[in-house]
């Protein structure tokens, strides 16, 4: 490494400044207009590993992976034209589930800015929508502040995708470089930084000491802010029940007496009833997405709201809301737990009535075997793989986009924090196997679980490649093959008279394809088979792929159809639930 | 409704090209849209005009820009607004004299006089603006800009970061008030 006084080129430079900035390890692709900083690369190993993915998207799901499991910020790496294409996926992904990710292009010379020249592509035009902010970097003068900038935008407030385009002369062009640099970000604050509200801290006190039926609803945010043990204080003190979002699964515990399950489109009866009777609900770090809410217009219709977000234009974007708590969910919450030093618990009939409703409709009776059928079912999958993780613990559990990643929400135990990772915003095919990967980097010591369906997996698969390079031995696959694009076909099937248009899907021989690539593939198509399955890809000290071969057309229950209140499910293939009756 | 928004921005590339990205991907209506330099180095001033339900969600979105220094709805407080337009009217050698009389009688200034068309300039309030435009429309109207509306409010208060540009003015927040929010 350069002497600090010595001039370097732009590439040293920022590899030295990722260094500085904590980085380990980084994902991507070389190719002509990246090539200085690959160049510089080598000098640095030793402490900046970089991992060759196969696809800059695996690139940047990967790096996804890394900081959804780790909290840390990812990295990815592309090169101009479709290198820088092909991670607006990912970067999408990341705009969507506020995953602090920093997306490092290379571009053209600057001189042929604007030429059309060879893979110039306008990326930072393009990412506008889908970034927390995005630079291009012409000048190696510029370097060190704009990463240090980069990286406290990635980090800070809500967290989420920045770009960096850098130049290829600006990569080649010397420079000494200034670290002692200060941000120069006068419009953008920290917003967890920002003073907590005591008196709107008072009013949500108010509103929890007299509310009858209240809920707590748990997000990605309580996550990000490391929030769940003031969760779980909050819970316990006030007596109120706690739903999680899919971005919240493992902020609370879901075997905790006050744990309830999932809300909203795929939520479990019981919760989605709760929220339509709640008269308090207290969003904790989530956003009212619309798969949560189901109609807005019918969403907890007795309830006042109280939402924490660090965001604050989340607060009122969806659902009205009475008491507006902006900031980092942990350190608000411990200002109102001050405030709430004892609280008598809401009426025992409460959380009794939706113990009752959970009795009837008993959330995993749409998954009962049919005793008829000798065929795999998915839910045989998930109650073997739940088993074993409860059994032998140190997991990561990464699922993809569709009825398997619905599934899995639903009928596997969420613990603890950063143990579920899955794209929920955007909905991306595909980042399972590479986000696998990049959670794999970022916790050898665990075994990295990746739920995924035949769909997804085609998308993306070529990354075993790269887990095979990277002597990753820590990733096993639970492949869900039902030979559909399954939530597709699942709504061709409900809603659309089984007209399956574009659904069906052959694959190759997955376990042949594994093994061509170094894992090790197991078939398993009977129920039997299953747990010894997961017991040996578990003890295998490498990769591995098990094909479930399972019924080709289960469903997902309940479900509340497009544009409906989160009170109308499907509880099953024949039977709706009737609107809940309500109690005042 | 409409609202007129004042936004101080950190004059750096792209900037307005994120403020207009914004508004068109948020399907928020933009009536009038103008940008310029403001009084402090490196900060620029657009004046907003957006048809938006909730005028509160679009200054959040707006303040979550990087760039953007502040955000104020003036639309409910005294301001001044005004609006400059250029028009190249058609007019022919007998009209003309009607036609400059008109422009005298309505405040706008003949800046360019040929013999068979009169370019005005008229700096005035929108709907005066509107007014003159209808008013000479008769004659034949070749061609017409319009600058889009300025924004300043009245008296003492100024939409002004200082020169040291100091981080992050949220000035229409209301965080602290939850019925400001219930839109």
Request: charged share 20%; glycine share 8%; proline share 6%.
């Amino acid at each position: 490494m350069s002497t600090t006084l010595e001039a370097r080129t732009g590439a040293q430079i920022m590899c030295e400044a990722l260094i500085r900035q904590g980085v380990e390890v980084m994902f991507g692709i070389p190719g002509g207009a990246i090539m200085p900083f690959y160049h510089a690369m080598p000098e640095y190993a030793d402490r900046l590993r970089h991992v060759l993915c196969r696809h800059e998207q695996g690139a940047g799901h990967a790096a996804e992976g890394y900081a959804r499991a780790s909290g840390r910020v990812g990295v990815c790496i592309g090169t101009s034209g479709p290198g820088a294409t092909n991670l607006v996926t990912p970067i999408a992904d990341a705009w969507m589930d506020s995953t602090p990710l920093v997306a490092i292009t290379g571009q053209v010379h600057s001189a042929l800015i604007g030429t059309d020249a060879f893979q110039e592509t306008d990326i930072t035009g393009i990412t506008v929508p889908i970034t927390k902010h995005n630079y291009l970097v012409r000048h190696v003068a510029d370097l060190p502040r704009v990463f240090a900038e980069a990286f406290h935008l990635a980090s800070t407030g809500r967290p989420g995708p920045v770009l960096v385009d850098v130049t290829k002369d600006a990569q080649q062009a010397t420079a000494v470089p200034e670290w002692d640099v200060t941000l120069d970000l006068p419009g953008y604050r920290d917003d967890r930084e920002r003073a907590v509200d005591h008196d709107a801290v008072r009013e949500a006190v108010r509103l929890l000491q007299r509310a009858r039926r209240p809920l707590i609803l748990a997000g990605n945010g309580v996550i990000q802010s490391g929030a769940h043990a003031e969760l779980r204080t909050l819970a316990e003190r006030t007596g109120i029940p706690v739903i999680t979002t899919l971005h919240g699964l493992g902020a609370f515990p879901q075997d905790h007496p006050l744990s309830l399950g999932m809300p909203g489109m795929h939520g479990w009866v019981h919760v989605n009833r709760a929220i339509q009777e709640c008269d308090v609900l207290f969003n904790i770090g989530s956003r009212f997405d619309d798969r949560v809410t189901g109609k807005v217009s019918a969403f907890a219709p007795r309830a006042a709201v109280i939402h924490l977000d660090v965001d604050p234009s989340e607060i009122g974007k969806n659902v009205r809301t009475a008491v507006a708590l902006v900031g980092d969910a942990r350190r608000v919450l411990r200002v109102l737990l001050d405030e709430l030093p004892a609280c008598a618990p809401p009426p025992s009939a409460w959380l009794a009535r939706i113990r009752a409703m959970q009795e009837v409709h008993e959330p995993r009776q749409a998954y009962r075997r049919r005793p008829d059928t000798p065929v795999l079912m998915p839910h045989d999958v998930y109650a073997a793989l739940n088993a074993a993780l409860a059994a032998r613990g140190s997991y990561r559990v990464v699922t993809d986009v569709g009825q398997h990643q619905m599934w899995a929400a639903q009928l596997l135990d969420w613990r603890r924090p950063r143990t579920h990772i899955t794209s929920g915003g955007s909905g991306t095919m595909g980042f399972a196997v590479p986000a696998a990967l990049g959670a794999a980097i970022a916790c050898p010591d665990e075994t990295i679980w990746v739920v995924v369906g035949d769909g997804g997996f085609q998308m993306t698969n070529q990354e075993l490649a790269t887990i095979q390079q990277e002597g990753i031995t820590n990733v096993k696959i639970a492949l869900i093959n039902n030979g559909y694009l399954g939530m597709v076909r699942q709504w061709q099937e409900l809603f659309e008279g089984r007209r399956y248009s574009g659904t069906p899907l052959s694959g190759p021989s997955f376990t042949r394809l594994a093994e061509a690539y170094g894992v090790r593939g197991i078939a398993v198509d009977t129920v039997d088979a299953v747990p010894g399955a997961i017991a040996e890809a578990w003890d295998h000290p490498g990769p591995v792929l098990i094909d479930f071969r399972v019924e080709r057309e289960a469903n997902v229950f309940p479900i509340v159809p497009q544009g409906k209140s989160i009170g109308e499910m499907l509880v099953s293939a024949d039977r709706a639930e009737e609107p809940p009756c309500l109690t005042h | 409704m409409s609202h007129t928004l004042i936004v101080l921005l950190h004059d750096r590339p792209g900037v307005l090209h994120r403020a207009v990205s914004l508004f068109r991907r948020r399907g928020y209506n933009i009536e009038s849209l103008t940008v310029g330099h403001s009084e402090v180095p490196g900060v620029s001033r657009m004046t907003a005009v957006v048809d938006a339900k909730d005028v509160e969600q679009v200054i959040r979105q707006l303040s979550r820009i990087v760039e953007v220094l502040t955000v104020s709805d003036v639309t409910n407080v005294p301001v001044v607004v005004r609006e400059t337009a250029l028009l190249k009217v058609s007019v022919t050698a007998d009209a003309q004299a009607a036609l400059l009389a008109v422009g005298a009688e309505l405040g706008a200034r003949a800046i360019d006089v040929g013999p068979s068309t009169v370019v005005f300039e008229l700096t005035a309030e929108p709907w005066a603006v509107d007014e003159f435009i209808a008013a000479v429309r008769p004659y034949g109207i070749r061609e017409l800009m319009r600058s889009g509306h300025l924004a300043m409010r009245c008296g003492a208060t100024a939409d002004t970061v200082g020169a040291a540009a100091a981080p992050y003015y949220f000035q229409a927040d209301g965080m602290s008030d939850p019925d400001s929010v219930e839109g």
